[in-house]
């Protein structure tokens, strides 16, 4: 059993918690630094997940406004060669 867990973790039990406890330490003394907490990085992710989500679809909107624009040039030319051709 004690080797599925080493396995598990990729050293053993007590490496694994001293790696995490100085891990845990230096990031928590660089977000100290830089006065970030952990519900900022949440907010930080929701509001870039938000820009990502209406900046999409600014950019739907955007082509739709250039498809009416091209539209409204090549439905008449492409009906007004249909009919010049449908003539002869």
Known sequence: ??????????????????????????VGAVMSAFNWYPLDV?????????????????????FGDYLVLGAVIVIPVFLVMRVLSYRR
């Open 42 to 62: 949440v907010y930080a992710v929701r509001d870039f997940l938000v820009n990502v989500w209406e900046t999409g679809f600014a950019a739907l909107g955007r």
């Open 1 to 26: 059993m004690s080797g599925n867990v080493n396995r598990f973790l990729g050293d053993s039990v007590a490496r694994t918690i001293v790696k995490l406890i100085v891990i845990s330490f230096i």
